[in-house]
């Protein structure tokens, strides 16, 4: 009985896969939530987020990759609104299931993530996936695990050039942890009242 349901939970698996077997490199956008604030860290090279995804939509009619869209949790359901817009006029742009998750993309892979500056920069370098980011400012500016281009033209040479791009693997666990440690905790740690 209990082999039964293995097989059965592995047959499952497969047939929700959220990736195409195409051969083609496979772009992971993270988005941000469309009322959030572009330039929370700095300018960013686009005005808004908008104006990021249809920069991106048009470079999916550029390269032939695998381009798939992951809306923040957060706001999925008014992002995805405005995802009308993108999928009539770039039908390269694949939107993934809400319920989707990290591990279950990280479990199938992609080649990178593209972001303004989310949280993915520090969560997806640790599985070896490089994540550009649509700005020259962010959260882990200051450490190697993530790409920064200051320029939409650096930026898209990053895009074209994706399945060339290395993660500086010495010591990345290190830098990672320093920064979950300094952004997460010493803000936490500070505000406690002493004991």
């Known amino acids: 009985m209990h082999q039964c349901k293995i097989k059965e939970a592995n047959i ?6 959220l990736f195409k077997d195409t051969g083609r490199p496979r772009v992971l956008i993270a988005t941000h939530c469309f009322t959030d604030a572009v330039h929370f860290y ?11 995804l249809k920069y991106l939509g048009e470079l999916s009619k550029k390269y032939d990759y695998d381009w798939y869209i992951k809306f923040h949790p957060a706001q999925y359901d008014n992002n995805k609104k405005h995802f009308e817009y993108f999928r009539e006029k770039y039908d390269k742009l694949i939107l ?29 370098p640790l599985f070896n996936i490089p994540v550009i980011n649509a700005s020259n400012q962010g959260p882990h500016k200051n450490y190697n695990f993530n790409y920064y281009p200051n320029s939409i033209r650096n930026y898209e040479k990053l895009i074209k050039n994706i399945k060339k791009l ?3 693997k010495n010591n990345i666990k290190n830098e990672i942890s320093e920064y979950i440690f300094m952004a997460y905790m010493t803000n936490h740690l500070l505000i406690q009242p002493a004991v």
């Open 166 to 168: 290395k993660i500086n």
């Open 96 to 124: 993934l299931p809400k319920q989707t998750n990290n591990s279950d993309i990280l479990r199938e892979r992609v080649d990178a993530v593209l972001t303004v500056y989310g949280s993915v920069g520090h969560e997806y």
């Open 12 to 17: 499952s698996k497969v047939k929700n896969k």
């Open 42 to 52: 700095g300018k960013c090279l686009f005005p808004d987020f908008f104006e990021w």
